[in-house]
Every structure is written in structure tokens, then in C-alpha cells.
């Protein structure tokens, strides 16, 4: 998405979705969950999600991934989080304070102002138009109206994007699993399937199972490539369901690491320069969101289980290269015989 060469641009960038002046306001279509598509006096945009939850709360143990309100709070650690792997395949997210009366209202059309009201503690809230979370129990309030969100950058008209459904998308049904659940050789289907059979498809999703676990994101059901690049790498988007669990490490969301037992020698070296560094992975985090205009950004148990699941991610692959080993020993013994 950008290179090394082009921190002070992303700085910029940052600066820019936090401060610029806001023109205009309008509700993005789509989606269980209200968004916002923000347009700045220099024509720049950024899409808006609102603050759900305090940062200390979360997901309910009854609920279901699919059911979670998402975080904006996981949309910017999500950011930080793919910078430090060294992915960069994410677009730039910073947070920032809103004035809903003068920032939103005052910048939006009539529609968006008609789902507005004063809550029982004085609060200026409005929920908007969407299919599942947009009604007055679900609503999104300021303290008393100012609110912050999280701010990602629009991608350039220009770069037209292709939607792939995710080989290891689960089955969004409250009782049925999917395919790749129960089956332990699923991968070697995925395999034999074009994009997975060459190129850096397979590796990249497998990149992004790794980023997902440590985030405990399990709502990974499509994914995004550049149409213009033949052999595009995966953009990371959509993280607002990460960060929800701090105490339960999701083994499900490996599934592409472990099933196929194969990952890339730059990841591998990254976690392993991460596992056996000075600074661990929850610290460099910290550091890297502490500028943000709404920091602190996570909750400190949610750093805390970034160290615990990059050890959990290394103990995966020295079992895969065990396993890898059994069975050359066991064709060889076979062999001989």
C-alpha cells in the first residue's frame, strides 16, 4: 500500500483525517452497521466508524462474531498492527473527536438528522438507516455531543478493486460449521484451485490469518485485490470486529497456517525477530498508537495477548515442520522396506 520510503507521507496523511475541516457528511450504503463517508475541504475522504463500546468492554460470551458491534478502536491498532509486521497492506486509520452538532449534523442532509434524539442522560445521539444495528437501542451517542471515531482513508478512484470470497470464510450460521472445519485435507482442495495453485495468493491469505489471529478477528469472510496488478497482493480492510476477546485465543482463525502448513520466510523471520527481540510485539504497539489524537487506543489486555498469541503462532509452525519431518520419515521407512 505504501512504502517504507513514504512514512512522512502516511504522517501526513494521519494529520490530514484528523484536522482538516469537514465539508460534507453522508451515510454509506451497505453493511449491518452504520458507517460515515467523510469529505474534507480538500476533497480528501475518509470513511468514519463511530465509538461502540469503551475500551474495556467485551465481546459478550453469547455472542456470536457475526452479532459484534464493531470497534474503531480495532480499525486503528489494526493499522499500526499491519505497519509493524511489516505488511503494509493496510490503508492509514487514525482516531479523532467530533462535534456531532457542528461536524455531522451541520454537514449532512436531512435523513441522516430525522434518525436523531436526546437520550435520558442528556445526550446527543442518531443511528441512521442500515439492515441490522440502526435503530434507537443500537444508537450512537456523543458525551453529551462530542464523539470520536475512527477515520480511514478512501483508496484513489483510480485503483479499482476485485472482491474474492475467502477460501476459509466461515458459515456465518449459528449451527452450521463450514466446510474447512472438518476437514483436515481442505487445503490441498484449495490448492489445486486457481489463484491458490501459483503466485503469493495462498501466502498472502495466510499473512492475513496470522494478522487476524493476533487482532482475534474471526469476520474475514471476502477479501479485496487491485484489478490494475495481475498478481495483486491482499489489501487488509475491515478490522472492526478485532480486539473483541482479550482472554481467549481463537485457534479457528489459523486454520490456513496450520491446515497448510506453509508460510513465508519474511513473516517467519518477523515473528521470530518479534519473539526474540528486546521489545515485545504489545509494547511496539503501544509506542506506535501513543500519538494518536484518542490514545490510549486498546485496553491493556488486548496488548498483553498480542505476546501470547505470537507464541501460540510459533508453536503452530514448529508443530507443522514436526509433523512435516513424521511423515519424510515415515515415506522413507516405507521405502526401504
Keep these: 500500500m505504501y512504502s517504507e520510503e513514504n512514512a512522512k507521507i502516511v504522517s501526513e496523511l494521519l494529520k490530514d483525517m484528523a484536522t482538516q475541516p469537514i465539508l460534507h457528511v453522508e451515510q454509506k450504503t451497505g453493511g449491518t452497521q452504520l458507517k460515515l463517508v467523510i469529505t474534507y ?29 464493531e470497534r474503531h478502536t480495532a480499525e486503528i ?60 437501542s443500537h444508537a450512537i451517542c456523543g458525551q453529551p455531543d462530542t464523539l470520536e471515531g475512527s477515520f480511514a482513508a478512501f483508496l484513489p478512484e483510480e485503483s479499482e478493486r476485485k472482491i474474492w470470497r475467502h477460501p476459509w470464510r466461515r458459515s456465518y450460521s449459528r449451527k452450521k460449521k463450514a ?102 510485539l504489545s509494547k511496539s504497539l503501544k509506542n506506535a498508537m501513543s500519538n494518536d489524537p484518542i490514545a490510549p487506543i486498546l485496553w491493556e489486555p488486548h496488548l498483553n495477548a498480542l505476546d501470547r498469541r505470537v507464541e501460540i503462532i510459533l508453536n503452530g509452525i514448529r508443530n507443522c515442520i514436526r509433523n512435516v519431518q513424521h511423515a519424510k520419515d515415515e515415506i522413507e521407512e516405507t521405502s526401504e522396506v
Design 179 to 280: 466446510q474447512w472445519e472438518s476437514d483436515n485435507k481442505y487445503c490441498e482442495k484449495v490448492r489445486r484451485d486457481p489463484p491458490y495453485d501459483e503466485g503469493r495468493r495462498l501466502l498472502d491469505l495466510i499473512d492475513m490469518s496470522i494478522f487476524d489471529f493476533l487482532m482475534g478477528n474471526m469476520d474475514r469472510h471476502h477479501y479485496e485485490t487491485f484489478r490494475m496488478f495481475n498478481d495483486s497482493f491482499t489489501i487488509h480492510l475491515d478490522h472492526g470486529r478485532g480486539f473483541g476477546k482479550a482472554f481467549i485465543d481463537e485457534m479457528s482463525i489459523l486454520a490456513p497456517l496450520l491446515h497448510c502448513c506453509q508460510i513465508r520466510s519474511s513473516t517467519l523471520k518477523t515473528l521470530l525477530d518479534i519473539h526474540n527481540g528486546n521489545e515485545p
Design 41 to 69: 475541504q480538500n476533497k480528501m475522504k475518509a470513511l468514519f466508524k463511530p465509538m461502540r463500546f469503551p475500551r474495556e468492554q467485551q465481546t459478550l460470551p453469547n455472542h456470536f462474531y457475526f452479532s459484534d458491534f
Design 77 to 136: 491498532a489494526a493499522f499500526h498492527l499491519d505497519r509493524l509486521l511489516g505488511f503494509r497492506r493496510a490503508v492509514p486509520v487514525t482516531g479523532r473527536l467530533l462535534n456531532i452538532t457542528s461536524e455531522i449534523f451541520q454537514k449532512t442532509d436531512a435523513e441522516l438528522m430525522k434518525t436523531s434524539f436526546i437520550s435520558p442522560a442528556n445526550n446527543l445521539c442518531f443511528h441512521g438507516k442500515c439492515s441490522y444495528y440502526c435503530d434507537t
